[in-house]
T-cell receptor, first 113, second 116 residues
């Protein structure tokens, strides 16, 4: 069976510090990978998605970036965090087939102070 | 602009009662509609996926309906349990995305609380 791991679960970082969130998927190959952000009272916002190693599409221009160094590894980064980067970050994967559901990790609660 | 509106924003019901959550969308051209359950502090989990040709789909005590003509969907929960307390998110996919996640529009969710 497939599993998705996301860490850390919670993170408190000062403004201006760097960020690295990691996500890995097990039990499948060549998944589509996604980073979402969920702000309180708002819907999920797609930040980045990747259909393969080194292939990253950005949906929202911001100070965040994503990388996919390996087939089942997806990393969300920032060089300098802003207060507005606080939120709940979710990694997800699905198969490259029609109607394939998204499978989410358990998220990272990021608080920028 | 593609939009998904869910109602109510929040709902409190007693354990054992039934409830219905609503989802209206303006996504076009429509591909499919999904309902997810999100427990507090966890990632969403898929409950159902429906294409335009499907009117209803069940998953245990959860039954989703879809009216593609009026662009409305509902999620009915039967005999609610304490574990049903969660946010329920409606997600609609646009056709040109091939159903891919980059073409999804998320609702803000309905926060459901089941009281003993």
């Amino acid at each position: 069976s497939q599993t998705i791991h996301q860490w850390p679960a919670t993170l408190v970082q000062p403004v201006g510090s760097p960020l690295s969130l990691e996500c890995t998927v097990e039990g499948t190959s060549n998944p589509n990978l996604y980073w979402y952000r969920q702000a309180a009272g708002r819907g999920l916002q797609l930040l980045f998605y990747s259909i393969g190693i080194g292939q990253i599409s950005s949906e929202v221009p911001q100070n965040l970036s994503a990388s996919r160094p390996q087939d089942r590894q997806f990393i969300l980064s920032s060089k300098k965090l802003l207060l507005s980067d606080s939120g709940f970050y979710l990694c997800a994967w699905n198969r490259d087939t029609y109607n394939s559901p998204l499978h989410f990790g358990n998220g990272t609660r990021l608080t920028v102070t | 602009k593609n939009q998904v509106e869910q109602s109510p924003q929040s709902l409190i019901i007693l354990e054992g009662k039934n409830c219905t959550l609503q989802c209206n969308y303006t996504v076009s051209p429509f591909s499919n509609l999904r309902w997810y359950k999100q427990d507090t502090g966890r990632g969403p989990v898929s409950l159902t996926i429906m294409t335009f040709s499907e009117n209803t789909k069940s998953n245990g005590r959860y039954t989703a309906t879809l009216d593609a003509d009026t662009k409305q969907s509902s999620l009915h929960i039967t005999a609610s349990q304490l574990s049903d307390s969660a946010s329920y998110i409606c997600v609609v996919s646009a056709w040109e995305s091939g159903g891919g996640a980059d073409g999804l529009t998320f609702g803000k969710g309905t926060h459901l609380i089941i009281q003993p």
